[in-house]
């Protein structure tokens, strides 16, 4: 079954429960998730797993639409997942959207 | 969920080393099966030739023992070999028909040594040169026959005559070439080598090839028979004559094969599910035969396994060297020479030392060392990275200690170090990663270098080291960090320029500051974040808006963020003094939450190490203690020594001081951390000599030093002032550390501090001038009063969300 032809949203939580500028972390079986919140209310997911050494991203200063990771300071993408130049690797980026102030997430 | 397969076939060298990669970047993504055909764990091959030589045991070279494979839950099945891989199915069949199915396959079959094709060739008594087996076989051998013959005079060859001489054989090598070791060494080295070797007992027949083994009647070996009719007597024979990719499995499963199993650069085969790995393996159009290429391989190997999909493998420069004991050679590279190429000889043929150098286009191409290979590293460095080296060409052939030193003194530390010495012990950056990063990338200062290798860029001591090499490296062009530069790309402004308008402008949030200063980024980035968070702290206490989204992870939690993900926590514990009902509540915690590690810190107080993030606010609760800021920039301890209380040489009572000292500063918030300590007499148990405040009490007073920290470049405190009372301690010691939080720049510690503005403009600030002291000390309690212990604060609900995960129910 291919599951990007037939997203299934899942409701995760109110916007308002993400700081601005920060993270939650979202349990999941396969691995911890990432939910970010940006200055302008924008949400993204990504693996909670730096793409470098695997740091909980989600521990991280959230700027711009990029997050530095805790451990060793890569700066990852939000929206694509991928760590900034010089650094080389990309971490799994999940679909998420906003409705009416409740943030899905696609898995 | 089940996890994804993977099967590992091959329990060697190069299948383990992935393995080991592989763990260390994604531990739990798979099943590990592992099957091998010799009924041992992975050993380490290249000493089988000192096992042979009787210098170790088999135990000796165990690289992974069976408990290790249990540990990691890798399923290990020893003397299985894989018969067949079946791509449809996805399976693999051993020899005992077992089948096993897998969704990735790690091939790392290795090498099988080439037996030439020659009559007598399976005669009992001819052996190969390979594994475990082949060892025990030779030295079973030697303890009932009395000659040999190894065919080939290469490195494997070598080593093995040398074990069986050693073994009290009588060796014979024949070699087909002219000298000895004619791939990895020029025929003036070959022939000192040869020489050296006849002097310890083998004999040589060069230029010779091998026709036929003879037997006897009962099948066992009696000589050998060469191509110019003569004979020699033996009773065995081992064949070094080389290795061929052990491709057997996978050219029956259809996989592209050519001299080794071809891979692409990410060290996939041509089916996608399969990776491969070692010596079984062709790459590039090369079959590698030694193992530095291997351990290259695995990391990329392992990267790709572990779906991070961006390591690259490009190929090795390998070196040589042979491992008999007392005899030392070293070769690498395009060291035959060529028209083209120059050519530095040093020869002492009578102290057995024999040097050359290729040279080609100002680049080191080639090195061949016999007898003084003291810098076999550092040339072979020079030939990797392809430096250039007509700066060092007068130099070259005498070594590395000849060159780099400019005879300035400071500059003589790094030229010193090896490419391999490690600079960044934060980060496990090496000075040549360091230094290569600045060729190739054309870096010029410091924040380059930062970017581009992390090195320097966690805790920064070693940033002194790091411009060294900058200076080393670029010569005239390196540009010294300008003292007065922006705080980070985000902004022209420096950090005076910030905290001066923050100042002058009452600007009171992050907001602010970045409208007011025409940042360029909508809300900063991760290095200046904190840091104008902590100037409009410290410039206005009780006003503006601490923003924990702006505090690195540690000081947002009030724990320190450990390598995997948990964190530490560690209570204060003023003066490193505790008692009986504080110990049994830590004791009680540790048995409750499981606390993986107790540990005592350098600053005297207990640490608690591997905490989840959800469980902190609990342990804080139960442990009914308040915060050692031991996360934060900010005050970490005030150690101290016995004192008077209790030491014979105490002259006043130190402990006491530094629980008021530390009581005094508690929950303060600072540019770098800032550790004091309190020593009771001059023999300064307490270390006080490097501490941003070290207090050492005589007789008469106490002595106050300021501005020393330990670490990689340790900083021994400066005598400040001398004081008379107790209360004088705190209020001096106080308005210092008030200077300091309201000029230092954001990550300064208070040596940098000192060092920018002079120690007499501190001294003027707060030991000369009395009112400038008070005010200063009066504002650092107004700074610090009224603030909370942050764990309490959080233990009666603040920020609650940061440390609960959401559950999605699916
Ligand atoms: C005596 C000696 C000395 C050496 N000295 C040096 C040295 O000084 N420096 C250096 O760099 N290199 C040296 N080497 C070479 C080095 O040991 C090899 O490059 C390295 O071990 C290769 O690793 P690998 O994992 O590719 O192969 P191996 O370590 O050979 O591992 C392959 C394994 O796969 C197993 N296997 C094969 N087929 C199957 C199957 N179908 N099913 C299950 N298992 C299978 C084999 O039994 C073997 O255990 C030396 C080698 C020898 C023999
Ligand atoms: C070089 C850069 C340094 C870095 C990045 C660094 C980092 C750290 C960290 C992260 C901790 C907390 C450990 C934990 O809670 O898990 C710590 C604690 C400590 N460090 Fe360092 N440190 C550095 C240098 C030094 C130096 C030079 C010294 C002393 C000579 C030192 C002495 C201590 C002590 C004593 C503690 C325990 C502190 C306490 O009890 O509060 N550190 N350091
Ligand atoms: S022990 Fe402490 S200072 Fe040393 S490396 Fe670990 S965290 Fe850093
Ligand atoms: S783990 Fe994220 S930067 Fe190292």
């Known amino acids: 079954m291919n599951m990007k032809a037939n997203p299934s949203w899942i409701s995760v939580c109110h916007i308002d429960e993400i700081p601005m500028l920060g993270s939650r972390v979202v349990e999941h079986p396969s691995g911890n998730i990432a939910v970010f919140r940006t200055a302008n209310d924008t949400v993204f997911a990504l693996l909670d797993h730096c793409p470098h050494k695997g740091g909980p991203l989600s521990q991280g200063i959230v700027h711009g639409e990029s997050v530095t990771c805790p451990l060793h300071s890569w700066n990852i993408d939000l929206k694509t997942g991928q760590a900034r130049a010089p650094d080389q690797g990309c971490a799994r980026r999940f679909p998420s959207k906003l409705e009416e102030g409740q943030v899905f997430l696609s898995l | 969920m089940s996890k994804p397969k993977l099967i590992v076939i091959g329990n060697g060298m190069a299948g383990i080393r992935t393995v080991e990669e592989l763990l260390l970047l994604a531990p739990h993504h798979y099943d590990i099966t592992v099957f091998g055909a010799e009924p041992h764990p992975n050993y380490n091959r290249i000493l089988l030739s000192p096992v042979l030589?009787?210098?170790?045991?088999?135990?000796?070279?165990?690289?992974?023992?069976?408990?290790?494979?249990?540990?990691?839950?890798?399923?290990?099945?020893?003397?299985?070999?894989?018969?067949?891989?079946d791509r449809i199915r996805r399976v693999v069949v051993a020899d005992d028909g077992s089948e096993t199915p897998y969704d990735r396959l790690l091939l790392a079959t290795g090498s099988t040594p080439v037996i030439l094709p020659i009559p007598g060739k399976d005669l009992n008594g001819v052996l190969s040169y390979r594994d475990i087996y082949d060892t025990d076989t030779m030295i079973h051998a030697a303890k009932t026959k009395q000659t040999a013959v190894v065919i080939g005079g290469g490195l494997l060859g070598l080593e093995a005559a040398n074990g069986l001489m050693l073994r009290g054989m009588a060796v014979t090598v024949v070699h087909l070439g002219h000298w000895l070791l004619d791939r990895q060494l020029d025929v003036a080295a070959g022939k000192l080598l040869e020489k050296s070797l006849r002097e310890r007992g083998l004999t040589f027949l060069l230029g010779q090839s091998t026709a036929a083994i003879i037997g006897n009647a009962a099948g066992d070996v009696c000589g050998?028979?060469?191509?110019?009719?003569?004979?020699?007597?033996?009773?065995?024979?081992?064949?070094?004559?080389?290795?061929?990719?052990?491709?057997?499995?996978?050219?029956?499963?259809?996989?592209?094969?050519?001299?080794?199993?071809?891979?692409?650069?990410?060290?996939?085969?041509?089916?996608?599910?399969?990776?491969?790995?070692?010596?079984?393996?062709?790459?590039?159009?090369?079959?590698?035969?030694?193992?530095?290429?291997?351990f290259e391989m695995a990391k990329v190997a392992?990267?790709?396994?572990?779906?991070?999909?961006?390591?690259?493998?490009?190929?090795?420069?390998?070196?040589?060297?042979?491992?008999?004991?007392?005899?030392?050679?070293?070769?690498?590279?395009?060291?035959?020479?060529?028209?083209?190429?120059?050519?530095?000889?040093?020869?002492?043929?009578?102290?057995?030392?024999?040097?050359?150098?290729?040279?080609?286009?100002?680049?080191?191409?080639?090195a061949c060392l016999y007898g003084d290979t003291l810098d076999a590293?550092?040339?072979?460095?020079?030939?990797?990275?392809?430096?250039?080296?007509?700066?060092?060409?007068?130099?070259?052939?005498?070594?590395?200690?000849?060159?780099?030193?400019a005879g300035v003194a400071g500059q003589s530390r790094v030229s010193g170090m090896q490419d391999k010495d490690e600079v960044c012990g934060c980060n496990g950056v090496c000075k040549g990663t360091i230094v290569k990063a600045i060729n190739e990338q054309g870096l010029f200062t410091v924040d380059d270098v930062k970017k581009h290798t992390k090195a320097a860029s966690s805790c920064g001591s070693c940033t002194g080291l790091v411009e060294q090499i900058l200076m080393n490296t670029l010569g005239t062009h390196f540009q010294e960090t300008p003292k007065t530069k922006a705080v980070c790309g985000c902004t022209d402004h420096t950090h005076a320029q910030v905290r001066q308008s923050i100042k002058q402008h009452h600007l009171l949030n992050h907001a602010q500051v970045y409208e007011f200063m025409d940042w360029r980024t909508p809300n900063g980035c991760a290095t200046c974040r904190p840091a104008v968070n902590y100037y409009l702290l410290s410039t206005w206490p009780h006003e503006s808006v601490d923003d924990p989204q702006s505090r690195f992870v540690n000081e947002r939690v009030h724990a320190n963020i450990q390598k995997d993900g948990?964190?530490?926590?560690?209570?204060?514990?003023?003066?490193?003094?505790?008692?009986?009902?504080?110990?049994?509540?830590?004791?009680?915690?540790?048995?409750?939450?499981?606390?993986?590690?107790?540990?005592?810190?350098?600053?005297?107080?207990?640490?608690?190490?591997?905490?989840?993030?959800?469980?902190?606010?609990n342990v804080w609760a139960d442990l009914g203690m308040q915060s050692g800021h031991a996360y934060g920039k900010s005050i970490r301890t005030v150690k101290t020594c016995v004192g008077s209380e209790f030491c014979r040489f105490g002259t006043q009572n130190s402990t006491q001081m530094g629980i008021d000292l530390e009581t005094m500063l508690a929950n303060m918030w600072s540019p770098h951390k800032v550790k004091l300590a309190v020593s009771g007499c001059p023999r300064n148990c307490a270390e006080s000599g490097i501490k941003d405040v070290g207090v050492i009490a005589v007789e008469s007073g106490w002595e106050l030093y300021v501005g020393g920290n330990g670490g990689i470049?340790?900083?021994?405190?400066?005598?400040?002032?001398k004081v008379k009372t107790a209360d004088e301690v705190k209020e001096y010691s106080g308005a210092f550390l008030q200077l300091y939080r309201e000029e230092a720049y954001y990550l300064d510690r208070t040596v940098h501090y000192i060092a920018r503005v002079g120690l007499d403009y501190v001294k003027a600030k707060v030991v000369e001038d009395a009112a400038n002291r008070q005010a200063l000390f009066e504002r650092l309690l107004y700074s610090l009063d009224g603030l909370r212990d942050p764990w309490a604060e959080r233990i009666a609900g603040k920020a609650k969300r940061e440390f609960i995960p959401i559950k999605v129910i699916a």
């Open chain 2, 224 to 294: 050998v028979r060469f191509s110019d009719g003569t004979e020699i007597a033996t009773d065995l024979v081992v064949m070094a004559v080389g290795i061929r990719p052990n491709t057997q499995l996978a050219l029956a499963a259809g996989l592209h094969c050519k001299n080794g199993i071809v891979v692409s650069d990410a060290l996939q085969t041509y089916d996608p599910r399969i990776y491969a790995v070692g010596e079984c393996v062709n790459h590039r159009g090369t079959a590698y035969g030694l193992v530095a290429p291997l």
């Open chain 2, 302 to 366: 392992a990267n790709h396994l572990a779906l991070m999909g961006y390591g690259q493998y490009q190929g090795s420069i390998l070196s040589t060297k042979l491992k008999v004991t007392g005899i030392d050679l070293f070769s690498a590279g395009d060291f035959m020479g060529s028209d083209e190429a120059e050519e530095i000889v040093l020869s002492d043929p009578a102290g057995g030392v024999y040097k050359k150098l290729v040279i080609k286009d100002d680049k080191l191409i080639g």
């Open chain 2, 377 to 405: 590293a550092w040339y072979f460095k020079l030939l990797r990275d392809g430096r250039n080296i007509s700066d060092l060409r007068d130099h070259l052939m005498f070594g590395e200690s000849s060159v780099g030193d």
């Open chain 2, 566 to 617: 948990t964190f530490s926590v560690i209570p204060q514990m003023k003066g490193g003094v505790t008692n009986a009902s504080e110990l049994r509540r830590i004791a009680d915690v540790a048995d409750k939450y499981a606390v993986p590690l107790l540990k005592v810190t350098g600053g005297q107080r207990i640490d608690l190490l591997g905490i989840k993030k959800e469980d902190l606010v």
């Open chain 2, 713 to 721: 470049k340790t900083e021994v405190a400066q005598f400040f002032c």
């Open chain 2, 53 to 85: 030589a009787g210098e170790q045991t088999f135990d000796q070279i165990v690289l992974n023992t069976v408990d290790w494979y249990a540990e990691n839950h890798i399923t290990l099945h020893m003397g299985k070999a894989i018969t067949q891989i």
